[in-house]
């Protein structure tokens, strides 16, 4: 049976590369997971690590939502009144 926090949040995977074969599999060890093969070791390393980030590996490096919401807020009305202009 899936663990609680896996429905809810979903699984919380870890990709591994073994040789060709890419990996990943829930650190819940709820049983989710699987793997997929690739031409060369160097492809399979390369997703792994891509796959493996974390949100929060960057988190000091992103603007957090409520920052951008401002200028998101302008965006959108610059194009309401230039939408307008046209009309």
């Given amino acids: 049976m899936t663990p609680l926090t896996c429905r809810v949040f979903g699984?919380?995977?870890q990709?591994?590369?073994e040789g060709t074969t890419m990996r990943?599999?829930?650190v819940r060890e709820c049983g989710a997971g699987g793997s997929k093969e690739y031409e060369s070791a160097a492809q399979a390393q390369r997703y792994a690590r891509a796959f493996d980030r974390k949100d929060t590996d960057d988190l000091g490096r992103r603007a957090p939502l409520m920052g951008l919401?401002?200028?998101r807020m302008a965006r959108a009305?610059?194009?309401r009144v230039e939408g307008r202009r046209q009309a």
Avoid: V
């Fill in 69 to 71: 919401f401002p200028l």
């Fill in 77 to 79: 009305m610059r194009k």
């Fill in 15 to 17: 990709f591994t590369a």
């Fill in 24 to 26: 990943w599999s829930c």
């Fill in 11 to 13: 699984h919380d995977y």
